[in-house]
């Protein structure tokens, strides 16, 4: 049996905040020496937009293929040499969310890296629908790139917990990951009080869970936040120059009002950090 290939699907519709994606994806695979596949989904009313004089879609397939041909020869150029595996392409027809999960299930990805917006996202909020709605009902883990991120090594990671059980499992999967950037991580829980319990179960999770890391760069943090969860979380990102922002899906507290649509109004780090929800253990 074949060992399996860490394998990242990134999607992309040749908007910047796509091809920042591409960046943070080749990037990753380097690191994992993963093979990266480049995913596009035709959408005849999305490309009627861009071309409105093709009403047939005559020429569209043709566009995309020069496109991610053109993409796939660049992350050859950068990243083979530096540990990518391999990058291909392939393009799909039909509904986004559907055909993007469909396809990395067929493909076995471990990973989607994906931007919070396209060309043909609404701008009802910073996270876009289709980006959301695909992160919900995604049973692989998603990174999302925001808008005007471009790629850096990630000097620490900030990973919100609610004292889950699967967090002992998250945690060693985060740190697999902050050991290939030599990152730190901060393990933060936000309390929306000050008593003196929450202290005393914070120090208890943090014994509980030492015997499952074997990294000395974990720092346990409990903060007190009256306000919106997810906006302490932010808050603490900033302060403490957080570079990637890792939650479990399953935190329903801090998932929901992540990604409900008045909060991701007022939530600036949409625009300045990636997100990484972990959905599989």
């Not at 992309?12 to 960046?23: G, H, K, Q, V």
């Not at 935190?251 to 009002?257: G, I, S």
Request: net charge negative; glycine share 4%; hydrophobic share 40%.
């Amino acid at each position: 049996m074949m060992n399996h290939v860490f394998t990242i699907l990134c999607p992309t519709d040749f908007s910047e905040c796509s091809l920042n994606a591409i960046e943070y994806a080749s990037r990753l695979g380097e690191k994992y020496q993963a093979r990266l596949v480049l995913f596009h989904v035709l959408n005849r009313e999305d490309y009627l937009k861009i071309s409105p004089l093709d009403s047939e879609g005559t020429y569209q397939k043709q566009f995309v293929e020069e496109k991610l041909k053109s993409l796939q020869n660049t992350v050859h150029e950068e990243c083979l040499l530096n540990g990518l595996q391999q990058c291909s392409f392939e393009i799909r027809e039909g509904k986004i969310v559907k055909e993007t999960l469909e396809y990395a299930k067929e493909i076995q990805a471990d990973l989607i890296v994906m931007g919070t917006e396209g060309m043909n996202d609404l701008r009802i909020n910073y996270v876009g629908s289709r980006t959301s709605s695909l992160v919900e009902r995604s049973d692989i883990d998603v990174l999302i790139i925001p808008r005007k991120v471009y790629f850096k090594a990630p000097r620490k990671l900030v990973y919100a917990t609610d004292y889950l059980e699967e967090d002992k499992l998250a945690i060693q999967k985060v740190i697999e990951f902050a050991e290939k950037f030599d990152s730190e991580v901060d393990m933060i829980h936000i309390s929306q009080t000050h008593k003196a319990l929450d202290k005393s179960l914070h120090m208890t999770v943090v014994e509980e869970m030492k015997p499952f890391i074997r990294y000395d760069k974990v720092n346990f943090v409990l903060k007190s936040y009256r306000d919106e969860l997810a906006l302490g979380l932010e808050n603490y990102l900033l302060l403490s120059k957080g570079d990637i922002l890792v939650t479990l899906s399953r935190k329903k507290d801090y998932f929901d009002q992540i990604f409900s649509k008045n909060l991701s109004k007022k939530m600036s780090y949409f625009l300045s950090k990636p997100l990484w929800v972990i959905k599989t253990l």
